[in-house]
């Protein structure tokens, strides 16, 4: 079983930021916490990770909260492009991973 | 484009066949890993090479086999085919085996059991 729990489906306008939850309350002291989206059928594709502190790059924002239970996945400004199952994740050294069935963000014009 | 190909992009066999899926990894990348995504079962992780040799497994069926070659491609042997292994199989990698560093996707293979 996964050992993330998600939302399972979001909307979000285009333009805005889209704010992606995801609890992990049973994380341990080593794993990180890793998002990915999937769109349509394709391979999923990698989008941030983190450990304790905050993290940004071009695609998204990710923030985790002091003890570490929960994440939230931020897309800034929300594209149409950016429609797709968003994958939360928590690994040990990046292995082995396990998917749960993730949130289906939907942006809408 | 993630930098992990896999071919072929598409197969489609009949029941008690066997299929080769095949995967090349990242430049530089020593780990692979095997998923299976069919539609009432999500993404499975199905096993993980680490520079040639067997890391980790997964819900891996006896019937699936396999193997990392010295130059770090994959395959994956499916044999004795079944309807219900209609899926999607992609292939990751990853630079360690052991790091916290992403694993990356490849488009997947789809296969189809007739």
């Known amino acids: 079983d996964a050992k993330t729990t998600q939302p399972t489906s979001m909307d979000c306008a285009e333009g805005r930021a889209a704010n992606l939850p995801c609890n992990h309350s049973t994380i341990s002291g080593n794993e990180y916490v890793y998002w990915y989206r999937q769109i349509h059928s394709q391979g999923p594709q990698y989008i941030i990770h983190?450990?304790?502190n905050n993290e940004t790059n071009e695609m998204a924002s990710l923030i985790i909260t002091e003890d570490r239970k929960s994440s939230t996945l931020i897309l800034p400004h929300a594209t149409l492009r950016d429609t797709a199952v968003y994958y939360c994740i928590v690994s040990h050294y990046g292995q082995n991973f396990v998917f749960g069935p993730g949130t289906r963000l939907s942006v809408l014009p | 484009d993630s930098g992990v190909t896999q071919t072929p992009k598409h197969l489609i066999t009949a029941t008690g066949q066997r299929v080769t899926l095949r995967c090349s990894p990242r430049s530089g990348d020593l780990s692979v890993y095997w998923y299976q995504q069919s539609l009432d079962q999500g993404l499975q992780f199905l096993i993980q090479?680490?520079?040639?040799?067997?890391?980790a497994k997964g819900n891996i069926l006896e019937r699936f086999s396999a193997q990392q070659f010295p130059d770090l491609h994959s395959e994956l042997n499916l044999s004795s085919l079944e309807l219900g292994d209609s899926a999607l199989y992609f292939c990751?990698?990853?630079?360690?085996?052991?790091?916290?560093?992403?694993?990356?996707f490849g488009d997947g293979t789809r296969l189809s059991i007739l």
């Open positions: 090479y680490y520079n040639g040799e067997e890391r």
């Open positions: 990751a990698s990853s630079v360690e085996g052991r790091s916290n560093q992403p694993q990356h």
């Open positions: 983190g450990l304790k």
